[in-house]
């Protein structure tokens, strides 16, 4: 078995759930208990990868993240390497997937 590729993925766990706690934790505290404006769009983009099948959702991020988007050139220009197909974007990918899961927790909150 190769252990490289088990400890990548634990690795890539391991950030992804580190960012996403307090980004959840922050993001579920101002859907629940302030009435802003723009709430509902907020609240559609958060649900949006349960609408969108995961290879359109997948492409939007390669686009979004990619070397042409702003994102993706301004990530290059600091960093000197590319966003997407790194460890890097690996986070921000789990990130927009598990959205839902906990946008959902912040409408019951």
């Known amino acids: 078995m ?12 391991a950030w992804t759930a580190a960012v996403l706690l307090p980004l959840g934790l922050l993001s579920a505290r101002a859907l629940a208990f302030r009435a802003r404006r723009g709430k ?10 349960l609408v969108l099948p995961p290879t359109v959702l997948g492409y939007y991020l390669l686009v ?12 290059t220009q600091l960093f000197g390497h590319g966003l997407v197909f790194s460890f ?3 986070p921000i990918h ?3 997937l598990s959205a839902p899961r906990w946008g959902a927790r912040s409408r019951n909150a």
Do not use: I, M, R
């Open 40 to 49: 509902g769009v907020l609240e559609a983009l958060v649900a949006l990868p």
């Open 64 to 75: 979004g993240l990619g070397g042409n988007s702003p994102l993706g050139q301004a990530w």
């Open 2 to 13: 190769d252990w490289t590729a088990f400890a990548l993925s634990l690795k890539l766990a």
């Open 94 to 96: 789990g990130w927009a």
């Open 88 to 90: 890097e974007g690996g």
